[in-house]
């Protein structure tokens, strides 16, 4: 039971020598290399809890139903959060800087749920059931939007309108509204981080065809994600600026509702994973471990013998989804927790059974290893998601004071300018996999083109630019503006700065879909999702308290400040050139800890350690 991970045996060998055990494995047959083409070998299984035949599951019938799902949850998702910043200002009767706070504080908690929504799934849930419960809670709470919208926010009839605001509102009706906008949080922000993680486990990664399939889903799962929003940017948008707030929260109510039917419809073709339990636990096991042998002398470097599973207990393992990791250097201390010593067994009963709060397998090490070295990478995409969050606030904010009247009298409502970010996602979706990719495959010599990290980092580059064109639209609108001139600038000058955020949203949220799901462990696949979608939340917490701050700097001395209610008295390109220089700032220190990261060794996966050091060509 205690051998060294470099001589143990792979996957593929274990399985081709017909070894059997783990509760719940089928057995799959005399001829093995023949049911290995029929049947997924990485642990997935189907509704019924038996091994996944792939002829009958999984595949892009599978993930078609999860992308449609996604563009349909996203199109009501967006239906109230696009234009909610408008709802506040003109419905509630919120100011500016207020109502862009409130905006980024709701769109942070929802990202927030989404390390609720990843725990359940990786420790109890499991993706599928996770996604449906958060669902159901999704619709309840649009459903709740819609009904008090219409009954009690909207009086009198016919305002939340540029021109007619709203009368004021009871504390009753305030708090249901609010407990119906966070009952929309807590369903899409649960139900978010899986389905992504859902939509890949349809595709086997030992298979090349389905493991190259597995890739371009993140980016097809990113198109469905913008073209969902592109309805409620331009149509729902365009109805709830008039005023017809029920109208489009309803559609929003239908729209889910439509999404959760059809993800059901595909559950007897999907594929899934068992839950691996709590992950704390085994977190805080090689912590306690490592530290109560923090005396304990380490052998000499490239000579531990650590701690593995061996025999059936390490199939079991395998066929059901577990992947032993290898050994990293690095961290060093904590691999203490898997040397074994005298007192790591107990001292009766059955002795090959170890104490697992003084002996830890060296793969379990590894995966808190892992998430150790994730959160670097994790920390420097905050600030993007601050650049990026300025799309569902000051952007739109920035729109209504331009003029919306484009021709013939025909107004584009703020908030549809986001069409523009979206055809620009789909737009750069197509050039980078179509023409980029290929180009760099051939100049690096890699099959894979630019890595995770150098399309984040490429983000990030591009999101300097975005915040640069802001910032000069906003000086020259301003100075039309104190010229007499004010909303003489046409909306349409907002359209560069949309698109450059569209370019970098592939550069960067594609690449860090790819990269956390790639490098997270498998038994916490959707907390690898999950850290894409907590960085968009802290960016919003983060954008929420800068804001308080340069207003607050800026607001003294009878000054307004550079965001206030009325923006032509304001200074919000300086905002926005505030937003370039911190993000080339953190560009610098992306840089270093991409250098510094290490890869994640999966045994059995004929890849060479790659620290990420061609970061630098």
Known sequence: ??????????????????????????????????KLGEYTTDGSVDISGQVAAKASTGGWVAASLVL???????????????????FLTRVVGQNNADAANNVSKWTGTVYIFSLVGAFLSDSYWGRYKT?????????????????????????????GNAKEPCGAHSSLEMGLFYLSIYLVALGNGGYQPNIATFGADQFEEGDPREAHSKVSFFSYFYLALNLGSLFSNTFLSYYQDEGLWALGFWASSGSALLALILFLCGTRRYRHFRPGGNPLSRVCQVVLAALKKWKVKMPPQGDEDFYELDGKEIEAAIIEGSKRILHSEGFRFLDRAALIT???????GDSTTPNPWRLCTITQVEEVKCILRLLPIWLCTILYSVVFTQMASLFVEQGAAMNTTIVAGFRIPPASMSAFDILSVALFIFFYRRLLQPIAAALRRDPRGLTELHRMGVGLIVAVAAMIAAGSVEHFRLKLARGGNASSLS???????????????VFMYVGQLEFFNEQAPEGLKSFGSALCMTSISLGNYVSDILVTVVMKITGKDDSPGWIPANLNRGHMDRFYFLLATLTSVDFVIYVICAKWYKCIKIEGKCEEEEDEEDFRD
């Open 491 to 505: 909306i349409l000058w907002q359209v560069p700065q949309y698109m450059l955020i569209g370019a970098s949203e």
């Open 342 to 348: 005298t007192t790591d067994f107990p001292p009766s």
């Open 131 to 159: 996604c449906v419960v958060f669902q159901l809670i999704f619709v309840i709470g649009l459903i709740t939007l819609s009904l008090s919208s219409q009954m009690f926010m909207l009086r009198p009839s016919g305002c």
């Open 1 to 34: 039971m205690l051998i060294n991970s470099k001589n143990s045996k792979t996957k593929m060998e274990q399985l081709e020598q017909g070894r059997r055990g783990g509760e719940g494995v089928v057995e799959l047959g005399r001829d093995f290399k023949e």
């Open 68 to 86: 449609v799902n996604q563009a349909l949850a996203t199109l009501a998702f967006f239906g109230v959060g696009v234009n909610l910043v408008l």
